[in-house]
């Protein structure tokens, strides 16, 4: 069966065509339909305002109609999120925190004991960690980088993507993650049901892949913190966006298997509205430490907690935070010299992780687009209009 394989390059279908033609229309995002977040953003408003934090993705699309194990439909893929670039074999001070433990994020033992993260952090589906995990001690070990370091604790995390990929037929490979690593750059972040979020569901509706940022004021610091979210989670009744309950005003759409009305159940049974998780990776260029950095990963579950996120029993909402500050700080073998920020004046950061995870949940719904998958199971994208049309009736609308 042909697999589609996409990157963060997008294929050019029209040759000949101008830079401005071949460039997709980029997704309307939440501010652009006039959602009143709070904070002020980096330009991009994406994890990469963050200085040297790059993201790839590799995503996989192939087949249609009844699930057979092992040949598809395959709705899945990877993402990697580089704090240093992946040009930089520099550890960074990290710290990570799990709201519901349902789920996995591998070589976090290690950051809690060392505190340190080496490497990337990749984002798949359940049943790819292993293969993931694998290839990146492959990838560092052809680099040559295993020459001034011993062994190697990947960190990679998983949501589910079950029901509209054919996750027990182990399609993504080591060539996969090989790809999604050497294709991360700095810049804007493609968002929506790309590499690891391919296949997944947020609120019952289409989810996958967001991210966002915020800019501290100079009295704070100036600070950046960036936000990349591979959102899989959520019951549709407890969605708010902006505090509007958009779940219980949007109630149908939910997903349906074909024979499917685009109401409530369709013709089948669909997935249960709490199988699902959320990884978070925060981003900051704050010199903090790694007890520090585990307290702003404690601070994401809060903004999963705005839109309505309750941390279900079935979910795995794991979340790391990294600081690319203090450079060098692991290879200094005699008194390394580290700064941080105090902790009288770490409130901001606080506030900034809780704003750009709630933004980012919401980008990545918006950009997701209406999916079929395996067994002709249908996810829905939240509607932009519907939406603002709910946000305008709560006074919700900056525009």
Not at 77 to 98: C, E
Not at 245 to 269: F, N, T
Not at 274 to 303: E, N, Y
Request: with cysteine; glycine share 14%; aromatic share 6%.
């Amino acid at each position: 069966m042909k697999r589609t394989h996409l990157s963060l390059a997008f294929l050019i279908l029209a040759a000949g065509a101008s830079p401005a033609q071949r460039r997709p229309p980029a997704p309307e995002r939440g501010r652009d339909l006039g959602i009143p977040f709070e904070g002020t953003t980096g330009p991009l408003n994406a994890i990469t305002d963050v200085t040297g934090v790059e993201v790839g993705h590799r995503t996989l699309v192939a087949g249609s109609g009844k699930l057979v194990v092992g040949k598809g439909p395959v709705r899945t893929g990877v993402t990697a999120v580089f704090p240093r670039g992946k040009d930089s074999d520099d550890p960074v001070f990290a710290g990570w925190f799990t709201m519901n433990g349902n789920g996995e994020m591998t070589g976090t033992t290690w950051v809690e004991e060392s505190g340190f993260l080496w490497g990337p952090v990749m984002i798949t589906n359940t049943h790819s960690v292993g293969v993931v995990r694998d290839a990146v001690i492959e990838w560092v070990v052809r680099r040559g980088r295993m020459q001034s370091d011993e062994w190697s604790l990947p960190v990679v995390a998983e949501t589910w993507d079950g029901g509209l990929n054919d996750i027990n037929g182990f399609h993504v490979t080591k060539r996969d993650a090989w790809a999604a690593m050497d294709s991360a750059r700095g810049g804007p972040v493609v968002e929506g049901s790309v590499g690891g979020g391919t296949g997944m569901v947020c609120n019952q509706f289409k989810g996958g892949i967001g991210t966002a940022s915020r800019r501290l004021d100079q009295q704070d610091g100036g600070y950046t913190v960036g936000v990349l979210v591979q959102c899989n989670y959520g019951r549709r009744r407890a969605l708010r966006i902006a505090g509007a309950p958009v779940g219980q005003e949007i109630s149908d759409l939910v997903p349906c298997r074909a024979p499917c009305s685009g109401a409530r159940s369709g013709g089948g049974a669909a997935i249960p509205p709490d199988v699902g998780s959320i990884i978070i990776v925060v981003a900051t260029d704050a010199p903090l430490l790694p007890h520090q950095l585990k307290r702003v990963a404690r601070r994401a579950a809060l903004g999963v907690g705005r839109l309505g996120g309750v941390a279900s029993n079935s979910s795995g909402d794991i979340f790391i935070a990294f600081s690319t500050a203090n450079p060098h700080a692991s290879r200094d073998s005699g008194l390394a010299q580290v700064s941080m920020v105090a902790n009288d004046r770490i409130t901001p950061l606080f506030e900034a992780t809780v704003q750009a995870t709630e933004e980012a949940i919401v980008n990545a719904m918006l950009a997701a687009q209406t999916m079929t998958g395996a067994d002709d199971l249908t996810v829905f994208a939240l509607p932009h209009d519907r939406l603002r049309d709910v946000l305008k009736r709560y006074n919700r609308l900056t525009r």
